[in-house]
C-alpha cells in the first residue's frame, strides 16, 4: 500500500553531517508513524529515531541522541533524519518504516509496529 525510499546516503568524514529523506508513494503516509532503523555489516538492525504522524511525539536511541534529528513534512510525503557529529560507529545501511498502528505509541522503538520498509540507504563514516 504504501512504497518507501530512502535517499542522501553516502562517504562522509567523522564529525561530517548528512541529510536522509523518506519519501512515500502515497498521501495515507501523513497519518503514519515513521522511523529510521540501521544495520551495521554483522550486525542486528537497530532502532534510531522515530516521529509520530502529527510529528508531536519523537524518540531517540541514546547513541544518536543529541546528534540526530527527525522531522517530516506530510505535504510532501516525506520524512527527514539530519545526522550530525557522525561517528564511524554510525556507518551502516539506514531503513525507513512506517507504522500504522494504534501501539506505536507503546513500542515506538520495536521493528515489530512497522509494516512499511524502504530499500535502505548506505552510510559511511570514515575516520
Known amino acids: 500500500q504504501v512504497q518507501l525510499v530512502e535517499s542522501g546516503g553516502g562517504l562522509v568524514q567523522a564529525g561530517g553531517s548528512l541529510r536522509l529523506s523518506c519519501l512515500a508513494s502515497?498521501?495515507?503516509?501523513?497519518?503514519?508513524?515513521v522511523g529510521w532503523f540501521r544495520q551495521a555489516p554483522g550486525k542486528e538492525r537497530e532502532f534510531v529515531t522515530a516521529i509520530s504522524w502529527s510529528g508531536g511525539s519523537t524518540y531517540y536511541a541514546d547513541s544518536v541522541k543529541g546528534r540526530f534529528t527527525i522531522s517530516r513534512d506530510n505535504a510532501k510525503n516525506t520524512t527527514y533524519l539530519q545526522m550530525n557529529t557522525l561517528k564511524p560507529e554510525d556507518t551502516a545501511v539506514y531503513y525507513c518504516a512506517a507504522s500504522p498502528s494504534s501501539r506505536w505509541y507503546r513500542m515506538p522503538r520495536s521493528p515489530l509496529v512497522y509494516n512499511y520498509w524502504g530499500q535502505g540507504t548506505r552510510v559511511t563514516v570514515s575516520s
Open positions: 502515497a498521501p495515507t503516509f501523513s497519518s503514519y508513524a
